[in-house]
């Protein structure tokens, strides 16, 4: 047993030592942030963020092999920018088809009808500040969306690249454009061999 958990943990430590993307990403020490790669989800991460500031958690760049090819990049990205609600709609039309419930099926579907339409538009809200997806000449997949309030600017910036591995999943989000541009230069000069 103690030989099987062993082995379990070399495994899991060389997979993350082979995908962490901390030395391919080269963070200068003058930008006062931290690379480090963690298991999560039982996918290597690699996260670059801030250290020292009380508005760091507004601000981290992933780098992370997806376990399993991507047909549709564009699709992809955006599905990223789309706030998953249907447990929501499930609770709710699991409540109207309760047997206990005393109100008729048929005054309830244009609720019900209403409520659907309104948790699409909500789940697609994240997207509406986004740029539609494009494609680079190095088979790279870029989505900017760009979320600003008068005197507040927010940036995420989804990345797919397809190798001719598995493909490798980037995204930053930073609160201000200054360090948004920090991240895109780490992501710029990201190079990543095929596996």
Partial sequence: MRAGLTAAAILVASHAAAEDFCPALAVPAELAMVCETRIVDGTATTMVRPVGSSLA?????????????????????ETQM??????????????????????????????????????DEVSGFARRACEPPEVRDDDRWTMRCVYDADVAEAVVFLELRQTDGLPIATDF???????ARQFEALLNGLRVEDR
Avoid: M, Y
Wanted: hydrophobic share 45%; charged share 25%; no cysteine.
């Fill in 57 to 77: 958690s507004f601000n981290r760049l992933i780098v992370r092999r997806l376990p399993e090819p991507v047909d549709d990049p564009a699709a992809w990205l």
């Fill in 82 to 119: 789309t706030l998953d609600l249907s447990p929501w709609v499930g609770v709710v039309e699991g409540l109207a088809a309760h047997p206990d419930n005393p109100l008729k099926p048929e005054a309830l579907e244009p609720l019900l009808e209403l409520f659907r339409s309104r948790v």
């Fill in 173 to 179: 989000r930073a609160a201000g454009s200054q360090r």
